[in-house]
C-alpha cells in the first residue's frame, strides 16, 4: 500500500493547483490577514508514526476545534448532568445562530455550536474560574503533544473577538435570562474568546487528538485523559455536529467524526487507526475549511478510513 507520507504529499500537490480557496474568516480582524495559500496536514496513526506536508509547522488559531476540549473537561466534570445544560442533537443551523434557542427555552442543540460551547465555558468558569479554566485547558492538551512550544492561547486574538463578538455577546445574554448561564456574562465569554484563541500547529492539533483516537488515553504515557464511554460521546457529537449545518455532507463525503474553526483547522479522527489535522484559511459558506474538506475527502479515499 502507498505510504500515508505519499498520499498527503500527493494532496498537498492537488491543493497547490487548486485556485478557489473558499474566504477566509474576516469577522475577527487576526484572522482576516492570514494568507489563504496556506495548506498543511498532519496524520498521526496509531503505532505513533507522524506524517506531515505543507505548512504543517505553522501555528494557526484553531478556534471552535478546541471546543472539543472545553467540552472534554466538562464531560469528565459533570457526566451527563451536562446534558441538563446543553443538548446532544444537530441544530442544522449556523455555528452563530440564536433562532432555536427561544423556542428551546436557553437549552443550545448541542456543544459545537457557539451556544453550546459557552454554556460548556459558563460549566468551567463555575468550577475553576476564568484564569483555571484556561490553565485546564492548557493542561489537557499539552501532554499529548511531544514540542509543545508554540502552543499558547493568543491574547490578541481573544481580545480582539471580545471587542468585536456581538453575536456571541447575545447568544449568552439571551441563555443567562433563560437561567443557563451562571456566571457573569462577560466572565463566561472572556472564556470562551480565550480558549477559540488556542493558538497550534497540524502536527501539534494532530497529537492533541490522539486521546480521541485510542479511545480515551494518551498513547505516550498510557495514562487515560478521559473514560472509553465519553470518547465515544465526544466523536458521536463531532460526527453529527462538528461541522454545523454542513455536517451532513461532511459525513458522508469524509465519513469520520471531525470539528472545524473559523481559522481554517479541521481535526478528524480514524477511531483506532489515526488523528488527522488540516490547515487550509479559506472556509465554504458554513464556515468550514473549503480544502480542508476536500484533502479529507481524498485521504479517505486514498485509504479507506471511514467509519461506514
Ligand atoms: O465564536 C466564534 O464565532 C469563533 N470564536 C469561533 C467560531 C468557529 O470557529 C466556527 N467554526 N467553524
Known amino acids: 500500500m502507498t505510504s500515508i507520507t505519499t498520499i498527503i504529499e500527493d494532496i498537498a500537490e492537488e491543493m497547490r493547483g487548486v485556485s ?8 475577527i480582524p487576526p484572522l482576516a490577514c492570514v494568507d489563504p ?5 498532519a496524520v498521526i496513526e496509531a503505532d505513533g ?6 505548512d504543517a509547522n505553522e501555528a494557526f488559531s484553531i478556534q471552535s476545534v478546541s471546543k472539543i476540549f472545553g467540552f472534554t473537561l466538562a464531560l469528565d466534570l459533570l457526566g451527563d448532568d451536562l446534558w441538563q445544560r446543553v443538548r446532544q442533537e444537530p441544530s442544522g443551523s449556523a455555528f452563530n445562530s440564536i433562532v432555536q434557542l427561544e423556542s428551546e427555552l436557553g437549552i443550545p442543540r448541542n456543544p459545537f455550536i457557539n451556544a453550546g460551547a459557552i454554556v460548556v465555558s459558563d460549566v468551567l468558569v463555575s468550577h475553576y474560574g476564568v484564569e483555571g479554566a484556561q490553565q485546564k485547558i492548557l493542561d489537557l492538551v499539552r501532554p499529548l503533544v511531544s514540542d509543545k512550544s508554540g502552543i499558547t492561547i493568543d491574547r490578541n486574538v481573544a481580545l480582539q473577538e471580545k471587542e ?4 456571541n455577546a447575545a447568544l449568552a445574554n439571551y441563555m443567562r435570562n433563560f437561567g443557563n448561564i451562571h456566571n457573569l456574562v462577560p466572565d463566561t465569554l472572556d472564556l470562551y474568546f480565550h480558549q477559540c484563541a ?11 487528538g490522539t486521546y480521541l483516537m485510542t479511545g480515551g488515553r494518551n498513547p505516550m504515557t498510557g495514562q487515560a485523559v478521559i473514560s472509553p464511554r465519553n470518547a465515544r460521546t465526544i466523536m458521536a457529537l463531532m460526527m453529527m455536529c462538528g461541522h454545523y449545518d454542513g455536517s451532513g455532507a461532511f459525513a458522508i463525503r ?16 480514524a477511531p483506532g487507526i489515526a488523528s488527522v489535522a488540516v490547515w487550509s484559511p479559506g472556509l465554504n459558506r458554513h464556515g468550514n475549511s473549503l480544502l480542508g474538506t476536500r484533502a479529507l475527502e481524498r485521504l479517505v479515499q486514498r485509504t479507506g478510513w471511514s467509519v461506514f
Open 20 to 27: 478557489e480557496r473558499g474566504a477566509v474568516a474576516d469577522y
Open 37 to 41: 495559500a496556506k495548506f498543511g496536514m
Open 49 to 54: 508514526q507522524v506524517h506531515t506536508v505543507g
Open 164 to 167: 468585536t463578538g456581538f453575536r
Open 198 to 208: 488556542l493558538t497550534m500547529n497540524c502536527q501539534q492539533l494532530a497529537e492533541t
Open 254 to 269: 469524509v465519513g469520520l467524526p471531525g470539528k472545524s474553526g473559523v481559522g481554517g483547522g479541521i481535526l478528524a479522527i
